[in-house]
Each structure stands twice: as C-alpha cells, then as structure tokens.
C-alpha cells in the first residue's frame, strides 16, 4: 500500500461554495454552503454570487479540512473547478486554489465541472456501486443537458445534448411560473408526491433521437396557467400538487425516452445519472424500475453528490492526480468548456 492521497477540491461555479477533502477515493468531508440570497430574485445574480463566494471560500476550506482531521500540510494536492460557470464565482475558486498549491508548494489540478459531475460515480461509498466502462450517463443540471457515453475516466463523447434550455431551468423557470422560489425544481418535486402526475397533459417536443428541446414546453405552461386563471384566479392555489405532478411527469418521460433511445443506439445498458437533476425522485424511481422492466444496471448517486459539491472536484482531481496531470500556475478559468475539454 502506497502513501495515501488527500485531495482539497474546491467548487465555486455557480451559487454554492464548497469545499471536501477525500483520502483516496473516500470522501473525508464536504462542506457546502448554499447562498439563500439569490431565492428572491428568482434565479442567481452573478455580481452577489462572487460576493457570496469571497465571504464563504475561507470559512468552508477551513470546515473541510478541521472535518477531515487532517492539517492542510497533510495534502497531496489542490482540485478546483476551472470551468464551466460564472466568471466571477469560478475566479474566486481559482485564485485561491493557485495560492494555496503555490503557498503549501503542491500540485494544483484543474477539473471540468461536467466530467466532475460524471466521475462523482467514483467516490467509493457503501451504499453505491462503480460503474464499468462503457456507461452512459444522463448529466442533468441546472446549465446542462447531456448524454454522454463514457469509455474511460477521461474519455467521453457526446450523443446528445439540449438544443436551447437546461432540463433544471425547466423546472425552474416552470416553478417561477407558479410563484415558487428558486430554485424550483425540490420544490416540484416535494409537491408532485401529493398530485396526480396524469392530471394534466402537456406536448412533448420534437427533436433528434437523442437531442433535447425544453423551451417549447416551458411556454406551453405558461399558455396553460395564463389560460386556465383567467378562467379561475385561485387556479394554482387550487391545482398545485397535480400541476406540479404533471409537469415533472412529463420532464421525466422526456428524459425516459431520451435514455431508451440512447441505450437503443449505443447498445449499453449501464446506465448512471448526474448534476442536480438527479435528485429528483421521480427520475430516481424511474430507474429503478428499468432494471427490471428493460434489465438496464442503473447508478443513481448519492443525495449529496447530486447538487453542485467539492467532493466530485475532489474524486476527479484524485483520478488526474493518478496520472500526474497538473495544471501550471498560468492556468485561467474558463466560463465556457465542454465535457470533453
Ligand atoms: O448541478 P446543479 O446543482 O447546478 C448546476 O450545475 O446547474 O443543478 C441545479 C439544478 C437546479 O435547476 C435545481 O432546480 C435542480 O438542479 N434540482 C432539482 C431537484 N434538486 C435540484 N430538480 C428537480 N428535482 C429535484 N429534486
Ligand atoms: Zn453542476
């Protein structure tokens, strides 16, 4: 047995500050702290979210690593998220992450927060198992939509993806439609196990076997409640768990049929989910029910892996870390990168 690893990974890319040390592929700790401040705006606004991560950066860190039980001299090496995201939520990260490697005098690693979202399945827990290669996985989130076939821990290709809105913007732009805070998409979720998820019937979109589409569903909603409180005002108040029950059935059978398509034209049937999408319940319990209905092998992360966290910066920093993949002091984030950069 070699030395072992401690990694630092340190997510800022978009509303949460975060921060995990893990011991190899064990997750020692990870703290997140969520910024509340953006609920009454009814979505992130950039300029508080940078605020927010230079007020927390320093405190979650510290968290992380007293949590651990390990000093910051213990480390092997700093992860950060280098893109994508917010510009100025993902310099906080990586400022402080080239300070710390620089003053520690350790390896600096910088990870794609879509491949971090899909390696979160490498976190060895005893509740979940490791996917085999080939796996599909279905990264829903708040920014993205994806299938992604991956062949090796750093070899992926995309077969389909979001042609205009994020399958997490749905959800909330849907949630804002009904005067929910954001971000909607719990909320959804928590009241669509009270409804009738037959209730009412909303169009799915027509695009490429294995592409996605939201907007057009999300105006159709709008259409829908406009039409249907001008006829009576307190429609919501009166209609909200079956509303909110019909419309995440309808997202999950999108996802459902997309997932079908993708296991038909790839032929592989390991079959993970990811990013904060992947906590829905609905879509949870859907696959599980694959395994048998269509004898699919289904990797359905834990709760707290789902939502942006460190510990997936972390695992994925680890993984490079094996192959002695670090980044130069130069390194600048990038607002834009896909999952195969
Ligand atoms: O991965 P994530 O934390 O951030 C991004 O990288 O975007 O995903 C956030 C998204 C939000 O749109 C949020 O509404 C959605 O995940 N979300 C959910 C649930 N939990 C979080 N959507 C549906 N059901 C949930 N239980
Ligand atoms: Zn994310």
Same mark, same amino acid.
């Given at each position: ?18 921060? +995990? ?54 480390? +092997? ?29 350790? /390896? ?6 879509? %491949? ?29 939509? %994806? ?8 070899? !992926? ?16 732009? +849907? ?5 929910? /805070? ?5 909320? &959804? ?17 027509? #695009? ?42 309808? &997202? ?59 510990? !997936? ?17 130069? #390194? ?8 195969? %950069?």
């Amino acid at each position: 047995m070699g030395k072992p690893v401690y990694i630092l990974g340190i997510e800022s890319s978009c509303d949460d500050t975060s921060a +995990s040390v893990i011991c190899n592929a064990k997750v020692l700790s990870n703290i997140v702290a969520n910024q509340e401040i953006h609920s009454k705006y009814g979505g992130v606004v950039p300029e508080l979210a940078s605020r927010a991560h230079q007020q927390n950066i320093v405190p979650v860190i510290h968290q992380a690593i007293e949590k651990a039980n390990i000093s910051k001299e213990d480390l +092997s090496a700093v992860a950060f998220t280098r893109g994508p995201g917010l510009m100025g939520s993902l310099l906080v990260g990586t400022s402080f992450a080239k300070s710390l490697a620089l003053g520690l005098q350790i /390896p600096l690693i910088d990870v794609n927060h879509m %491949q971090a979202h899909i390696l979160s399945h490498f976190i060895e827990e005893s509740s979940t198992k490791i996917p085999p290669f080939p796996f599909i996985c279905l990264t829903i989130s708040g920014g993205h939509t %994806q299938i992604v076939k991956i062949t090796n821990h750093f070899e !992926m290709e995309v077969l389909g993806e979001t042609i205009d809105d994020a399958v997490g913007e749905a959800f909330d732009k +849907s949630a804002k439609i009904l005067g929910l /805070p954001y971000p909607g998409g719990p909320m &959804i979720d928590k009241y669509a196990k009270l409804g009738n998820p037959k209730a009412f019937k909303f169009t799915k979109p027509k #695009v490429g076997d294995l592409d996605f589409s939201f907007s057009g569903l999300k105006t159709g909603i709008l259409y829908f409640i406009e039409k249907n409180q001008r006829i009576n005002s307190n429609f919501i108040k009166e209609n909200l768990h079956d509303i909110c029950a019909s419309i995440q059935h309808t &997202i999950v059978e999108i996802l459902m049929d997309k997932l079908k398509n993708a296991v038909k034209y790839s032929g592989i049937k390991q079959i993970a989910i990811a990013g904060g999408v992947s906590a829905n319940s609905e879509i949870r319990n859907r696959l599980h029910l694959a395994e048998k209905q269509f004898g699919w092998t289904t990797y359905i992360p834990k709760f707290e892996y789902t939502t942006d966290n460190a510990a !997936m910066i972390a695992i994925t920093g680890y993984l490079k870390y094996l192959k002695n993949e670090y980044a130069d002091v130069s #390194v600048t984030a990038k607002a834009r990168l896909k999952v195969t %950069q």
